[in-house]
């Protein structure tokens, strides 16, 4: 069998750009190259180096589950905004995760859904899936089976590393806690952005109306 060619840094091959890592795996009774390429979706994956040659793999998983009914769940797009904030550059949140050197450790979205998908529907049946986020327990590390654990969103905010008190009607609380005493006219996400992001006065990030409406 002839010896294969090695690829290249930044070699692309369909959705694929080869990274800068390779390496020998033993399979069955035959030793194969595999080379680390990033998808165009931001996943990485190992790809079999015959397999990039020969262009039987084009892509990570993601051109195969386009045309399959999860790309369009909650639970896989979960698994995308992960992968995004930790590989995105461009993503809003990518200071705060790949920045700091915060990495998904599941190399596939068949990986995450073995370790993740039975614990998120016991998490949906009791809290509902709008009440259902994934949650590092230690946000110094990153995010893996052993790290994570589905939250509420009031849980997951009181455990984020950049979550600290605020003085509020002469009391130091969370944002959360401030939202649940409040009369508030905006969705959770929208306070904590104008709070966090951008530096809003707690009062008026609360009654201010947002021209998205309440729930979005």
């Not at 905004?81 to 993503?91: E, G, S």
């Not at 455990?159 to 944002?175: D, I, P």
């Not at 530096?199 to 109306?209: E, H, M, Q, R, V």
Request: aromatic residues 18%; hydrophobic residues 30%; positive net charge.
């Amino acid at each position: 069998m002839p010896k294969l060619q090695a690829i290249k840094k930044w070699e692309k091959f369909g959705k694929l750009t080869a990274l800068w890592e390779s390496e020998h795996r033993p399979v069955w009774k035959v030793s194969l190259w595999y080379d680390k390429m990033q998808c165009e979706c931001w996943n990485t994956v190992w790809v079999r180096r015959n397999n990039l040659r020969s262009w039987k793999t084009k892509s990570c998983w993601c051109i195969t589950l386009s045309r399959n009914w999860e790309s369009g769940t909650r639970f896989f797009n979960i698994y995308r905004c992960i992968v995004k904030r930790c590989n995105n550059p461009k993503h809003n949140y990518y200071e705060i995760y790949g920045w700091k050197g915060i990495k998904c450790d599941w190399e596939s979205y068949e990986d995450f859904k073995r370790d993740m998908y039975d614990s998120y529907v016991e998490h949906c049946k009791k809290f509902w899936e709008k009440q259902t986020s994934i949650d590092r327990l230690d946000n110094s590390k990153n995010y893996n089976k052993e790290n994570c654990r589905w939250a509420t969103w009031k849980e997951q905010n009181n455990n984020q590393s950049r979550s600290v008190k605020y003085y509020w009607h002469w009391k130091e609380l969370w944002l959360s806690q401030i939202y649940d005493l409040a009369k508030p006219v905006v969705s959770r996400t929208v306070y904590y952005t104008r709070v966090r992001q951008n530096w809003w006065d707690i009062d008026k990030a609360l009654i201010t109306p947002s021209k998205w409406g309440k729930n979005l």
